[in-house]
């Protein structure tokens, strides 16, 4: 299984980028698909999460400002990055709870991609 990121960039403050991760390979079902992020020297932090068919998770620097969506038919998750602040400038994962099959389910994580945004 492979999680292919894409969507990040330089914006000025104020601006807006979208992020889009699709899981690919040997999928029996997926679980749960979310975004972190991570700036140097400081651990990888939860920005947002959607359970597939579930709740939505969003830290609360993201709260009002992001939106995380997903397609459940190509296996994909979108984050929605509206009004960007100096501070969300970080680099972000696409994360992925998948069911290879019914009994097993892993964790994954796709390359990670640079957010920058200037003040």
């Known amino acids: 299984v492979q999680l292919q990121a894409s969507g990040g960039g330089l914006v000025q403050a104020g601006g807006s980028l979208t992020l889009s991760c699709t899981a690919s390979g040997d999928i029996f079902r997926v679980s749960s698909m979310g975004w972190y992020r991570q700036t140097p020297g400081q651990e990888r932090k939860l920005v947002a999460q959607v359970v597939i068919g579930g709740t939505t998770t969003y830290a609360e620097s993201a709260e009002g400002r992001f939106t995380i969506s997903n397609d459940n038919a190509k296996n994909s998750v979108y984050l929605q990055m509206d009004s960007l602040k100096p501070e969300d400038t970080a680099v972000y994962y696409c994360?992925?709870?998948?069911?290879?099959?019914?009994?097993?389910?892993?964790?994954?994580w796709g390359q990670g991609t640079p957010v920058t945004v200037s003040a």
């Open positions: 994360h992925a709870e998948i069911m290879v099959s019914k009994n097993y389910q892993f964790e994954y």
